[in-house]
């Protein structure tokens, strides 16, 4: 079945919401607590979490709207897109003071945005490469065309993620994304998303991870088994890899794959929300549960922002 690019937008916001609102409750616990809680299969819907109702997500989306906003801001006025983005990340971060917006943010993310600067590829203001900076630059594969999207991306991360692997592996997922807009399957964007990370420097563990989720992918491990090889997800290139191991297992399913890519004892609203960013791409915004976005906290706005990035690419690309 064909699947048009705006639901490619929006199926990749609306995703990565999604997974991230489902990773939220379990986010920290042990696949044995998460198991007591659930049942043996684990969380498999949309639950309340700290004082928020089902469907609510975390700061990585927060972070990820915030991107989209910056991109959407750079295609429709032009201007310096890493300028834009970092505006709205300091926008983002002045929301940390109301408890209705505290959603439990990261800390090298609070550190960053509120020293007062930022850091570049070649400049880093520290050393992290925590799962902060990749998950939030999935919208940068949809502000710019495969084969462009890599290093904006990487320099969104870098903003606050100084170590190589928390950059490349947001340029990563970024170019990954961008190629499937354009309708490739996963493993043909995977192999364009590899090209622009093999040669950068500091680009070889980001490398390793996603062959070695690649491998066990293609293997018959358990999704647990798989997940527990490839880490907890709290850094860049552990997060990258059990969303690729996940959306390959699960590469036409949604349901299946953001479920699979929570259910463990690490990161689960990273880890989901990744994944749900390349499914939703994948699949188109159609192959979301349609329960689960009725109750997706911003909807209409997620989708809003979604529809605009489309148009201000659609007429980009055709020179209009």
């Known amino acids: 079945m064909r699947i048009d690019r705006r639901s490619r937008y929006r199926g990749c916001l609306a995703g990565l919401a999604l997974g991230d609102a489902l990773g939220a409750p379990v986010e920290f616990e042990s696949l044995s607590t998460i198991r007591g809680k659930y049942g043996v299969r684990g969380i498999t819907e949309l639950q309340p979490w700290d004082r928020f109702p089902a469907g609510s997500f975390t700061d990585d989306t927060q972070m990820s709207l915030a991107t989209a906003r910056g991109c959407l801001r750079f295609l429709r006025d032009g201007g310096n897109p890493y300028r834009l983005v970092l505006e709205e ?19 090298t993310c609070l550190d960053a945005l509120g020293s007062g600067g930022f850091g570049t590829m070649d400049a880093p203001i520290n050393d992290s490469k925590g799962c902060g900076g990749v998950m939030r630059v999935a919208p940068a594969g949809l502000a710019w065309p495969s084969g462009s999207a890599f290093d904006p991306a990487s320099r969104f991360a870098a903003l606050t993620h100084g170590h190589p692997t928390g ?22 964007a995977l192999r364009k998303a590899r090209k622009p990370l093999v040669g950068r420097r500091g ?26 090889k490839l880490g907890e997800g709290w850094v860049a290139d552990e997060a990258l890899a059990i969303a690729v191991f996940c959306s390959l297992r699960n590469e036409d399913d949604f349901r299946k794959g953001v479920t699979a890519a929570v259910n463990h004892s690490g990161d689960s609203d990273s880890t989901g929300c990744l994944t749900g960013a390349i499914l939703g791409t994948r699949l188109g915004f159609g192959a979301l549960p349609e329960k689960w976005v009725a109750v997706l906290e911003k909807r209409e706005e997620i989708l809003s922002l979604a529809d605009e990035l489309f148009e201000l690419r659609r007429r980009q690309s055709s020179g209009s």
């Open 203 to 228: 680009h070889e563990e980001t490398l390793n991870a996603v062959q070695r989720a690649e491998e066990l992918a293609g293997s018959t491990v358990t999704a647990p088994e798989g997940i527990q």
């Open 89 to 107: 990340y300091r926008t983002w971060r002045r929301t940390q003071t109301n408890p209705a917006e505290i959603r439990s943010p990261g800390g």
């Open 167 to 188: 950059h490349l592996a947001g340029g990563f997922l970024a170019e990954l994304i961008a190629a499937l807009v354009e309708g490739r399957t996963l493993s043909e």
